[in-house]
């Protein structure tokens, strides 16, 4: 029995800010993020029959991302004429894992807080997954995209109270959130 | 009861929705001034309002950038036409 399901319509509203998020700080380009996640709906809407639902539509979304990430950064390596990519295994342990799992290292290294405050974003965006979806929605207009309250009352057609209830409860669910899985 | 009181005097729930406000700059004076007194009085508020003010940090410092509303419909619109040329 398959645990998860796909719903490709759904992709785009349930995660491309955490796609985009994630690829944002790996390439820092929006115009290429913003490929690599074409790519990546393109490619996955082709290999969706082979989804078996054993991890969550979001989990295999990420795991496609990532390889997309790693092919751009082929790309462009073989684009300067180094075909090779290097990846020094740090220790032991690790060797033999796969590159796909060591993707981040790909970042620079000075870059390690901007990818700490991006793994705290992801934590957020994971969170808001779990709330009223709706909710999720609204929350995020407000506070990533900083949209005004009268246009997002006009999008989703509520009034500004409506609105500041939902970003209420939508606040006290996401520090409830954080406070179990981030502190 | 003081004058600030008098003025500016609400519930729980309204010093909580002026909080709410004040994190996105969307509060008046007024309404600052009514949390304000609220919160001079009510423990549990005051820890909403901490609350609130450690979560609208964390999000800053999380630094999530907003992904272009033309972008997505792009994609929407992508996704639907390849699911339909597979699924027919």
Not at chain 1, 28 to 40: C, F, G, L, Q
Not at chain 1, 133 to 159: P, S
Not at chain 2, 15 to 27: E, F, G, H, L, T
Not at chain 2, 50 to 78: F, G, I, M
């Amino acid at each position: 029995m398959a645990a998860h399901t796909l719903n490709p319509n759904k992709w785009v509203d349930r995660y491309s800010d955490y796609l985009f998020n994630y690829t944002i700080v790996r390439v820092n380009n929006r115009e290429v993020a913003n490929d690599i996640i074409s790519e990546t709906f393109l490619s996955a809407l082709k290999s969706a029959k082979y989804f078996k639902g054993e991890a969550s539509e979001r989990t295999w979304l990420i795991s496609i991302l990532k390889r997309k990430i790693i092919d751009y950064y082929r790309r462009i390596n073989s684009k300067k004429g180094k075909a090779e990519v290097h990846i020094d295994y740090s220790d032991e342990e690790n060797q033999g894992e796969w590159l796909e799992e060591r993707v981040a290292d790909l970042s620079d290294r000075t870059a390690e807080d901007d990818m700490e405050n991006n793994e705290l974003g992801m934590a957020i965006l994971e969170c808001l997954d779990s709330i009223n979806e709706k909710h999720a929605a609204i929350f995020k207009r407000k506070t990533i995209d900083g949209a005004e309250t009268e246009v997002i009352c006009n999008e989703f057609d509520i009034t500004p109270s409506n609105l500041w209830v939902i970003i209420h409860r939508a606040r006290t669910a996401l520090a409830a959130c954080l406070e179990k899985n981030w502190f | 009861m003081s004058l600030l009181h008098k003025l500016f005097h609400v519930d729980c729930k309204e010093a909580n929705n002026c909080c709410d406000k004040a994190q996105y700059r969307n509060a008046s004076f007024g309404e600052k001034m009514k949390l304000l007194v609220h919160l001079a009085y009510c423990k549990a508020c005051r820890r909403y309002t901490k609350r609130n003010r450690k979560l609208t940090k964390l999000v800053d410092r999380s630094n999530l950038k907003p992904c272009s509303e033309a972008q997505k419909k792009h994609w929407k619109e992508t996704i639907e036409k390849e699911y339909a040329k597979n699924n027919t």
